[in-house]
């Protein structure tokens, strides 16, 4: 398919695609274009005007400041699959990147446009979550800082405003004894999540769970995070029995999808499986 017209600006600076986006409320920013341009191809969306960030280079890095994990919002995923800082300080972030779609798509693709699109079965969403992330959004009048736990907001919805550009996203680096994995089931054809369990333990030295983070996509309109199966591993040694009653509740107070691969009924039972999976490797990679 081809897309409806379009004009196409692209910007030098943060600063410059702030001005661009301030002028013209129905723009859209194009970031590494691996959902945007599929989306424009099939009409359901049609900016008049997309504004191309992909040029601005000091928006791509990932650095450690004071504590805190800074990831820049064009940074691709197989620059943050492939960190070996990441690797040694937030491992999860490397795992969960190398689980998204393929080589090309990994290239090209964005943490700061997946986590912006806010796709319903995109794999950052409940990485981000887990880590309890901050997001900070950038406009002419300045920044703001978003939780994670408020960024997603439905279908393809974020909290960010039409003259935000997402800029950072920032994760304190954690102390102590942790645990953290990636567990996802992959749709046989686009490779997206049919459920996909983000999960970040912080253990005592003998085992037991001070805090437990799980983040779940694929299930719901948008990612969540699981309260009530975090509230049973909180503050237990984490047997067998106790995993598998936390993962239990991972559905609680759900809305769960439905369509022609997953039924709604087939993706609360993967995402109590999964549950039990992602904790398990925590766990065992904890060491
Ligand atoms: C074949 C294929 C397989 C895929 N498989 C997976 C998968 O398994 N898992 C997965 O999670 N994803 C998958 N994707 C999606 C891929 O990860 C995309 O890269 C990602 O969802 C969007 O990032 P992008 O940089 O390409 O953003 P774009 O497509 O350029 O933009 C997406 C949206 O975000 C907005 N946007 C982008 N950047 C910003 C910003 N900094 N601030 C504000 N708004 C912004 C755009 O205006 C647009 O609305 C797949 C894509 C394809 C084509």
Request: aromatic content about 4%; proline content about 3%; hydrophobic content about 45%.
């Amino acid at each position: 398919m081809i897309p409806a017209q379009f004009d196409y600006l692209r910007a030098k600076t943060l600063d410059e695609a702030l001005s661009l986006l301030a002028q013209n409320e129905d723009a859209k920013i194009l970031a590494g274009g691996h959902s945007l341009i599929p989306a424009m191809k099939l009409r359901l969306a049609q900016p008049p005007l997309l504004i191309d960030i992909g040029r601005i280079s000091d928006l791509a890095y990932v650095r450690e400041d004071g504590g805190q994990i800074r990831i820049g919002a064009m940074t691709t995923h197989y620059q943050i699959e492939s960190s070996e800082l990441l690797k040694r300080i937030c491992p999860l972030l490397p795992q969960c990147a190398a689980a998204i779609g393929d080589v090309q798509v990994r290239n090209k693709g964005t943490i700061g446009g997946s986590l912006a699109h806010s796709d319903p079965a995109g794999d950052w969403p409940a990485a981000i979550i887990a880590l309890n992330a901050e997001i900070i959004a950038a406009s002419k009048n300045g920044e703001r800082t978003i939780k994670a736990d408020d960024f997603f907001v439905d279908l393809l919805t974020t909290a960010l405003e039409p003259d935000e550009i997402l800029r950072e996203i920032r994760i304190n680096r954690s102390s102590g004894r942790t645990g953290q994995a990636y567990a996802k089931m992959h749709h046989p054809a686009s490779g997206f999540a049919v459920v996909g369990v983000a999960a970040n333990l912080s253990l005592d030295a003998d085992g037991s769970c001070q805090k437990a983070n799980i983040g779940i996509t694929g299930v719901s309109s948008k990612a969540y995070r699981a309260a009530a199966a975090e509230a049973g591993l909180n503050g237990s040694k984490l047997d067998e029995q106790t995993i598998a009653s936390a993962a239990s509740h991972a559905t609680d107070g759900v809305d769960a999808n439905g369509d022609l691969f997953a039924s709604a009924e087939y993706r609360r039972h993967l995402a109590e499986v999964y549950v039990k999976r992602a904790i398990a490797t925590a766990i065992e990679r904890a060491g």
